[in-house]
């Protein structure tokens, strides 16, 4: 079976794997199911390893109804991309099976369930593969209504009914603004094939048809301001879906960007230094958030917008590199823009799979409530910290290699002749150690207060590390992100053999470069773990042949302490929230002590923060349109009787338009 009948094999068995999964017994039906994901991801992944290796699937579909000749490709950023979504889904297939065993009486919302995210994971690889316009809107419209139900899961809920909503609508005004740029093209070009997308821009001005197919790009991938989906879906959606979502579908837009960034013939300086810009703020601005927010699901959906930013800056220094005749700074952008897509694939699929069993557990996703849990669950502690060590780009983990790379594309950014990209450049540098320091700020107070110190409120049940098919995925992942920040050479030359066949072989100087400084970090790197693995065996050691005794910390002489006197969430970042208060809006029910109140009374506190987005340029621009559709209630009013004149009325306009000719 060569490699098209491998990949068109999968189409099948996503549709025969969502026929059976509806006649299985509801037992086996989520074992099934990530029986059918592993297949569909090993069928996929020998053309992608083959494209890697310099042998891209190219072919035409002929005679497809309603479209035509349909390009198929798969080269070496598809290839990237395809072997990305197939580890993060069977990572998150293997978790969801012990994940889902909570809602086991739900029988048809989980066949319902398995599979929708047969049809998410296939969806996704088809919009890396397909290249024709329309085929593409096609599987792209699939992966936003399969990811859709996923998130709706709960749908009895309210707020996950108008997350639901709310990601419906913006992912539809994407489909929208791509179908447009598609069409453009097509007036332009006669040819919805991408190619057709390639000769537009060599005879045209780049910027405009650019922009269009970002904002359709952008609203997938979470740039500020077409985020605010992701606050609200990554929270309402099940763990292990939350954990392929942001792993993996914001990445969708990230291919189209990166697809598009290929393609350009003019304009880079202009576009990359507008979204190196439009990046970094949109890092500064998710990690804040981040830093604020008391909802562990909806914290690493903002940190989720931040790293979407450090990819973005990588894209943006490719393109400025492209502008200023640099190509070294071109391979370091390109270089840390593909390699930060897998490494954010896999910490922060790592942590909303921890924080999803800790929601297992104790059933709340307010960190406020929660404290001690290292002792419950040792290992999903271990899972959350790795993870958090990991996006906080701390060695010898994967988040430190690409956003070193990307360290080093500012530095050697600076160097141009041109003032502006120079200052450009110490100014991006200088964002990116804004982020990593909030980054560190907002997971030790994540870990901290989740993890560390006494339980804050009691819970219904005692907290237990979860079962092994919920823990295995995420030894998986940590074993992965090891290996990469401590081999990182290895996989920086898998990145720039795949530009060497995306752009034309980048500069020799520029990969001898990367390389020698790729080895050191992973020769330091390990030489650290050498160093501190025995430290930790001997103190363990030490630590058995004594006897064990918890007291109570020192007080202070305080002889009365409680649980409500440890830092919370909310304390920890509290300085920072009024600071930057003008970003990260704060609504609050509380009435300050007075300097001249010695005894204060009792007081309630309520408070919550605000999206600046969201509420000062969403909802004002939707709330109007809102009001206004509410003088249309009486149309729906539940009678029957009405319904049936609207049909009448209908038939009636239809024939006398039919009579007079108007239609």
């Known amino acids: 079976m060569d490699n098209v009948q491998l990949v068109i094999a999968t189409l099948f068995l996503t549709v025969a794997g969502m026929v059976i999964n509806s006649l299985l017994p509801s037992g086996i039906r989520a074992t099934a199911s990530f029986i059918f994901i592993l297949i569909n991801a090993v069928l996929t992944s020998i053309p992608a390893l083959d494209a890697l290796g310099g042998h891209p699937l190219d072919v035409v579909f002929q005679g497809t109804p309603f479209l035509g000749n349909v390009p198929f490709r798969m080269d070496a950023l598809s290839a990237w991309f395809v072997l990305i979504v197939n580890f993060t889904c069977i990572n998150g297939g293997l978790y969801g099976i012990g994940y889902m065993k909570a809602y086991r ?132 959606a099940p763990s292990h879906v939350s954990g392929v979502m942001s792993g993996v579908i914001v990445k969708m837009g990230i291919y ?69 005749d640099n190509p070294t700074l071109s391979t370091i952008g390109l270089t840390a823009a593909l390699l930060h897509t897998l490494n954010h694939s896999l910490y922060k699929s790592l942590l909303f799979f921890s924080v999803g069993s800790v929601y297992q557990q104790t059933h709340t996703r307010n960190m406020e409530k929660l404290g001690g849990l290292i002792r419950k669950m040792p290992q999903t502690a271990f899972f959350f910290l ?62 901290g207060v989740i993890f560390l110190g006494s339980p804050r409120q009691p819970l219904a049940h005692v907290p237990a ?126 009435k300050e002590i007075a300097p001249e109140e010695i005894f204060p009374k009792e007081r309630a506190y309520v408070s919550h923060y605000t999206d600046f987005f969201e509420n000062s340029l969403i909802e004002k621009l939707t709330k109007p349109l809102l009001n206004g559709m509410n003088y249309f209630q009486f149309i729906q009013n539940g009678r029957v009787q009405y319904y049936v004149l609207y049909g009448v009325v209908f038939m009636l306009l239809l024939f006398l338009g039919t009579l007079f000719k108007w239609i």
Not at 134 to 151: G, H, K, N, Q
Not at 302 to 313: D, P, R
């Open 105 to 236: 009486e739900q029988k048809s919302n989980l066949a319902l369930h398995w599979s929708m995210f047969l049809l998410f994971q296939s969806s996704m690889l088809w919009v890396c593969m397909l290249q024709h316009g329309l085929a593409f809107l096609i599987a792209w419209e699939l992966m936003s209504l399969s990811s859709l139900l996923l998130v709706m899961f709960e749908h009895q809920k309210r707020e996950t009914l108008k997350a639901g909503i709310n990601y419906m609508v913006q992912m539809h005004v994407g489909v929208v603004l791509l179908t447009a740029a598609f069409i453009w093209v097509y007036v332009s070009k006669g040819s919805f094939d991408f190619s057709a997308i390639g000769s537009f821009f060599k005879e045209n001005k780049n910027v405009w048809l650019f922009l269009l197919f970002f904002g359709g790009f952008g609203i997938k991938a979470g740039f500020i301001p077409l985020h605010s989906w992701l606050p609200h879906a990554h929270p309402a």
């Open 386 to 447: 790795m993870g958090a060590l990991a996006i906080g780009g701390l060695p010898p983990l994967n988040g430190f290699v690409s956003e070193f790379l990307l360290y080093s594309g500012f530095v050697e950014g600076t160097k141009t002749d041109n003032f502006y990209i120079s200052t450009l450049m110490m100014l991006s540098l200088a964002g990116l150690a804004v982020i990593g320091g909030i980054s560190l700020l907002a997971f030790t107070k994540s870990f």
């Open 465 to 590: 590390e979860v079962p092994l098919e919920m823990r295995l995925p995420q030894y998986l992942i940590v074993a992965v992100m090891l290996a990469i920040g401590l081999f990182p050479q290895y996989f920086l030359n898998w990145v720039v053999h795949l530009e060497g066949l995306a752009v034309h072989a980048p500069d020799m100087v520029a990969v001898t470069f990367l390389d020698s400084t790729m080895a050191n970090i992973g020769r330091y790197s390990l030489i650290f773990l050498v160093l501190l693995l025995p430290v930790f065996f001997l103190r363990n050691m030490n630590m058995v042949s004594r006897p064990s005794e918890i007291i109570t910390t020192w007080g202070c002489g305080y002889v009365a302490p409680n649980n409500r006197m440890q830092y919370t969430g909310k304390s920890f970042s509290k300085t920072l929230g009024k600071l930057l208060g003008f970003l990260v809006g704060e609504k609050k029910n509380y």
């Open 256 to 324: 189209g960007i990166l697809r598009l960034a290929l393609m350009l013939e003019d304009n880079w300086l202009a576009i990359g230094a507008s979204l190196l810009v439009l990046s970094v703020a949109t890092g500064l601005y998710g990690i804040l958030n981040a830093a604020m927010r008391r909802d562990f699901k909806m914290m690493l959906a903002y940190c989720t917008i931040e790293n979407i930013g450090i990819i973005g800056a990588g894209i943006g220094l490719f393109l400025i590199g492209k502008g200023t």
